[in-house]
């Protein structure tokens, strides 16, 4: 079972995470995305980032040209609890959660995902003019 969890969970996050990819993509201030994955116990938990990096001609005096989502995962025995933040690289968080579900619920993870992805595109004009001259 866990290693059906852990494929599920890394499959419903890659997923969250191209979505989130083509959106900031098509972005007029962002000159690339990155996804980097680190495994911190095989098939038990991990830790992936989406590097955003903002095109430096249109930075303002803060001088931030990356923002990152991370997302941490950890499968136990009966439970699966997954969080995350949105932050700035001078440390600023914008947004952060916590999902913990029964094994049983993980499609509720979906659910949850599906909402944070909402949430990112719907702050993000907001949390990128703090960084930038216009948008």
Do not use: P
């Not at 690339?32 to 955003?52: P, V």
């Not at 049983?104 to 993870?109: F, T």
């Amino acid at each position: 079972m866990s290693l059906n969890c852990y494929n599920h969970i890394e499959h419903l996050i890659d997923e969250s995470y191209t979505d989130l990819q083509c959106f900031f993509n098509n972005s007029d201030c962002v000159s690339k995305t990155k996804l980097e994955s680190k495994i911190i116990q095989s098939n038990i938990s991990g830790r992936k980032y989406l590097e955003i990096f903002l095109k430096e001609d249109v930075l303002n005096e803060r001088d931030v040209d990356l923002i990152d989502i991370e997302l941490n995962y950890t499968i136990q025995e009966n439970n699966i609890n997954i969080t995350g933040e949105l932050y700035g690289s001078d440390g600023k968080i914008f947004i952060e959660f916590n999902y913990e579900v029964l094994k049983e619920e993980i499609l509720d993870i979906k659910n949850k995902l599906y909402a944070f992805v909402c949430t990112v595109k719907k702050e993000w004009t907001a949390i990128v003019n703090q960084y930038i001259i216009y948008y």
